[in-house]
C-alpha cells in the first residue's frame, strides 16, 4: 500500500520561510517522479513544484521560481519543499503526490495534505 504522509506545515508570518516534508512508503521510490501541489479555500488544486526519480530535473510555477526549493533524498524515500519569503496567498493545503512521470498534472499516488498560513 502506497502511502505519501506531509509534515511541516504551520503558520509563519509573510517574509518567513518552511520545509514540507513528504515521507513516501510502499513503493519504489527512486523510480518515481514527485510534485507538489497546493490547494486554496475555495480555489483549485494546482501545481507547485516537480522533481524527477533522480532529482537531475525539476519544474516550476514562474510565480514560485526562485523562491521554492524541490528535493528529494532517496536513500530516506523522502521528498522536500523549501519554501522561503512566503506571502500570505501562499496559504493553502499542501500536497505530494508520486508518478512514474514527472507532470504538472497526473500523478497516481497523493498524500493527505498539510496546512500552510501564512500571516501577513
Known amino acids: 500500500q502506497v502511502q505519501l504522509v506531509e509534515s511541516g506545515g504551520g503558520l509563519v508570518q509573510a517574509g518567513g520561510s518552511l520545509r514540507l516534508t513528504c515521507a513516501a512508503s510502499?513503493?519504489?521510490?527512486?523510480?518515481?517522479?514527485m510534485g507538489w501541489f497546493r490547494q486554496a479555500p475555495g480555489k483549485e488544486r494546482e501545481f507547485v513544484a516537480g522533481?524527477?526519480?533522480?532529482?537531475?530535473?525539476?519544474r516550476y510555477v514562474d510565480s514560485m521560481k526562485g523562491r521554492f526549493t524541490i528535493s528529494r533524498d532517496n536513500a530516506k524515500d523522502t521528498v522536500y519543499l523549501q519554501m522561503n519569503q512566503l506571502k500570505p496567498e501562499d496559504t493553502a493545503v499542501y500536497y505530494c503526490?508520486?508518478?512514474?512521470?514527472?507532470?504538472?498534472?497526473?500523478?497516481?499516488?497523493w498524500g493527505q495534505g498539510t496546512q500552510v498560513t501564512v500571516s501577513s
Open positions: 503526490a508520486a508518478d512514474r512521470t514527472l507532470s504538472v498534472s497526473k500523478y497516481a499516488y
Open positions: 510502499g513503493l519504489s521510490f527512486s523510480t518515481y517522479s
Open positions: 522533481i524527477n526519480w533522480t532529482g537531475s530535473s525539476t
